[in-house]
């Protein structure tokens, strides 16, 4: 079960959920108990990046807090437009090429390991530290696709964030599709209303 707004949550918002749903079949199994909980909600941050202009612009409550130049993924591996969430985070994480099918040997292949890495897709999207890239950042776009920053904004970003909030990218020609996400934010509200099963019904 998923539900979002229209738009983003808004500071002090809360929401109370009731889910009925004891003796529904799902799968091959059933759902054995009904649920409620009640949500209150805090900051909202938001990560804005633009792609082309290799910035990325941290708000929180509306404000800018933070601009940081980036460098995003370069001709043939670019960055994904679209609404993406903070999947996870993990200080540090091993980068193998390999787990997409790119030899470490190739030209494009690599195993690295990058601190405070914060996951935004399942196929390998991150923002992390890349010092490597420092020449880079605010620049050129030089990354396999990952957004890549200096090791100091790395990790104010990582401090900075929480899972689940969005970060949203302009300037490439590739959509990001909603299961290469936690997709919610990727749907017009529209779209979003129409995956419902009670539309279906």
């Known amino acids: 079960l998923f539900w979002r707004p229209r738009e983003y949550w808004q500071p002090g918002s809360t929401a109370h959920v009731e889910v009925q749903a004891a003796g529904l079949p799902a799968g091959d199994t059933w759902i054995l108990n009904d649920a409620a909980a009640d949500y209150a909600y805090g900051d909202l941050r938001v990560l804005v990046t633009d792609i082309d202009g290799h910035q990325l612009t941290c708000y929180q409550n509306g404000e800018v807090v933070n601009t940081i130049p980036v460098s995003c993924g370069k001709p043939g591996m670019e960055t994904m437009t679209g609404t993406k969430l903070i999947m996870d985070k993990q200080n540090p994480v091993v980068m193998d090429s390999e787990t997409f099918g790119v030899p470490n040997t190739s030209a494009d292949g690599y195993r690295t390991t990058v601190n405070w890495a914060q996951r935004i897709t399942w196929s390998g999207e991150y923002f992390h530290a890349a010092p490597w890239a420092d020449y880079a950042h605010g620049y ?62």
Do not use: R
């Open 140 to 201: 050129q776009n030089v990354s396999h696709g990952c957004t890549g920053m200096t090791d100091a904004n790395a990790l104010w970003l990582y401090n900075f964030t929480q899972i689940g909030d969005p970060a949203e990218f302009t300037g490439s020609s590739f959509d990001v599709q909603p299961y290469q996400t936690i997709g919610c934010w990727t749907y017009s509200w529209e779209d979003w209303q129409a995956q419902s099963a009670l539309s279906q019904a």
